[in-house]
């Protein structure tokens, strides 16, 4: 069975940062790739950023430059820093498992219990 711990949430002014983390457990297999996501009310969840085991990284449009994802493999810990913060990037963050499929990243039904991130104007 596949666990994921997130930690790392919080509020936040905006130009602040943060640095989620999620640890990934159990039996995990061939899912080789982590990926954070993040929900707004209202809003469909939306792929924030994702990390290959190789070192690929994709980010959505909405957060390069301000977001960097990073993983330690050994520790099968995915992190996602999150500087220059705005208040819509506020949402519920869930840490992810899954793969890719050439360049892109293909999520699959494990996730993390969510971790509020909230960025004040």
């Known amino acids: 069975q596949v666990q994921l711990v997130e930690s790392g949430g919080g509020l936040v002014q905006a130009g602040g940062s943060l640095r989620l983390s999620c640890a990934a457990s159990g039996s995990i297999g061939s899912l080789n790739a982590m990926a954070w996501y993040r929900q707004a009310p209202g809003k469909q969840r939306e792929l924030v950023a994702a990390?290959?085991?190789?070192?690929?990284?994709n980010y959505a449009d909405s957060v390069k430059g301000r977001f960097t994802i990073s993983r330690d493999n050994a520790k099968n810990t995915v992190y996602l820093q999150m500087n220059s913060l705005k208040p819509e990037d506020t949402a519920v963050y869930y840490c992810?498992?899954?793969?890719?499929?050439?360049?892109?990243?293909?999520?699959?039904?494990?996730w993390g219990q969510g971790t509020q991130v909230t960025v004040s104007s």
């Open positions: 992810n498992l899954g793969v890719y499929w050439g360049a892109s990243y293909v999520s699959f039904d494990y």
């Open positions: 990390h290959s085991s190789g070192g690929t990284a």
